[in-house]
């Protein structure tokens, strides 16, 4: 079993910036995907950012030159650093890892808990 765990939302003004961290822990030999996902009220789950194990990354058009997304993966963590921020990216926002169990011969997917993010204008 693989647990992620989130921290770094919190409450900030229009304009500002905050870094989303996750951490993986449990029977794991690697992670292919990394990346978040939010979901405002009344909205459907987006994906925010993803990063392959390549350092290849996707973001959604939203937050395109204003979110970035990284990953260390000897801590089997990825980050995501969102500046100027707007009402618009107010939402719970997922961690999501695609991971080979140890033992395991496919990847399966896991979701963090959500964390809270929410800009006040």
């Known amino acids: 079993q693989v647990h992620l765990v989130e921290s770094g939302g919190g409450l900030v003004q229009a304009g500002g910036s905050l870094r989303l961290s996750c951490a993986a822990s449990g029977s794991i030999s690697s992670i292919n995907i990394m990346g978040w996902y939010r979901q405002a009220p009344g909205n459907q789950r987006e994906m925010v950012a993803l990063i392959t194990g390549g350092d290849s990354t996707n973001y959604a058009d939203s937050v395109k030159g204003r979110f970035t997304v990284s990953r260390d993966n000897a801590k089997n963590t990825v980050y995501l650093q969102m500046n100027s921020l707007n009402s618009e990216d107010t939402a719970v926002y997922y961690c999501?890892?695609?991971?080979?169990?140890?033992?395991?011969?496919?990847?399966?997917?896991?979701w963090g808990q959500g964390t809270q993010v929410t800009v006040s204008s």
């Open positions: 999501y890892m695609v991971v080979l169990e140890r033992g395991a011969r496919v990847f399966t997917p896991y």
